[in-house]
């Protein structure tokens, strides 16, 4: 009772990255609360899949093993989750802002009228004063976005109502194993109890995954730029650029909404998460909403002519000069001292 839970998406028979890192932070803030981390996992086929989370700290797994709660759909995982809240009644419920989760989420929190914080990019526990009611609350989860597109960081609280629901995007959060050998205990639920028959009205009769076009998530290098690029013409000169020292190609969103480079490579909270050993930032002037998707990489460069950037002032290394004189140079040097 009163625990913090983590729903973990599926693919096939594999938790998702998201739900990974997800377990990873609900460790820290279970701790932090004293109280149990708990799983959640709905599919079929599922044996043994506890094997998969127990390593990241996880003191329970509540499994939901039957044929029609895989692949995904709305109606039977939502009976799942609301009908095992109801009983279990956690005082935190997290979820990846995925597809899934998007779709999930609110379904669950306006069944359970608990409220919802979607795409947080941070988690912590505090104390919250309600002044006009003269209340402290205690433990509460601050769940921190971007807001105002990206202009200030908001942290929101839901001192009243409960599960405290949030949504954070994949790759916001570091995946670390705690324990190898962690033990938890397994609860397999019957399903019938929590679905309704009526449930599963819509059935996936065919399901077709697209492959991703680029590997950006899982880089160790990315070169990524942004609109001081100029064009689409000189935005290609990363792929090259990329070829030569074997990175990804990333984008802020400027360059994105610019037509320099497709959506799928735009890199910040309207984007993805990178964690790169090494970012070399091209012609971005560094908005909060691009920071937020690239701020953990372990090595950044900046390559910008404005010494004034807002980029230059996380970068380890800034080169001050326009990317048309930059980048070739860089380019040519590379290739003659690594032959």
């Known amino acids: 009772m009163n625990n913090l839970f983590v729903y973990c998406e599926l693919e096939e028979s594999t938790v998702a990255d998201v ?3 997800l377990l990873t932070k609900g460790r820290s803030l279970a701790d932090r609360l004293g109280c149990k981390l708990e799983a959640i996992v709905a599919g079929s086929n599922l044996k043994g899949i506890e094997k998969q989370v127990f390593p990241y700290g996880v003191d329970v797994v509540h499994v939901f093993d039957a044929p029609g709660l895989y692949p995904y759909t709305s109606l039977p995982h939502t009976s799942v ?3 095992l809240f109801k ?3 956690p005082q935190i419920c997290l979820m990846g802002a995925t597809i899934i989760g998007r779709d999930l989420g609110p379904r669950v929190s306006s069944a359970l009228f608990s409220g919802l914080t979607a795409d947080c990019t941070a988690l912590e526990i505090g104390e919250f004063e309600d002044k006009k009611n003269n209340k402290v609350y205690k433990d509460i989860l ?18 009243e109502n409960r599960p405290q629901m949030a949504t954070v995007r994949e790759g916001v ?5 705690l324990d190898p050998a962690y033990k938890g205990e397994v609860v397999n639920h019957d399903v019938s109890k929590y ?3 009526t449930d599963y009205v819509v059935k996936v009769i065919e399901r077709h995954v697209a492959k991703s076009k680029n590997n950006l998530k899982s880089a160790p290098i990315v070169v990524a730029g942004g609109y001081g690029m100029g064009s689409k013409e000189n935005f290609d000169m990363l792929f090259e650029f990329a070829k030569t020292i074997n990175a990804e190609v990333g984008a802020s969103r400027a360059a994105v909404d610019a037509g320099f480079c497709d959506h799928d490579r735009q890199i910040g909270q309207t984007g993805v998460t990178v964690r790169p050993k090494l970012y070399i930032a091209c012609g971005i002037s560094g ?6 998707g690239m701020q953990e990489s372990s090595l950044i460069i900046s390559i910008n002519n404005d010494p004034d950037a807002p980029i230059n002032t996380i970068a380890d290394y800034v080169i001050n000069g326009t990317v048309e004189e930059v980048i070739p140079k860089m380019i040519k040097y590379y290739k003659k001292n690594s032959k």
């Open 287 to 292: 908005q909060i909403q691009h920071i937020a």
């Open 142 to 159: 601050y769940q921190i976005r971007p807001a105002f597109g990206g202009n200030i960081v908001a942290t929101i609280v839901n001192p």
């Open 173 to 177: 959060m570091k995946k670390a194993i």
């Open 19 to 21: 739900s990974l890192e």
């Open 195 to 197: 679905v309704a028959d």
């Open 81 to 83: 989750l609301v009908n």
């Open 87 to 89: 009983a279990e009644k």
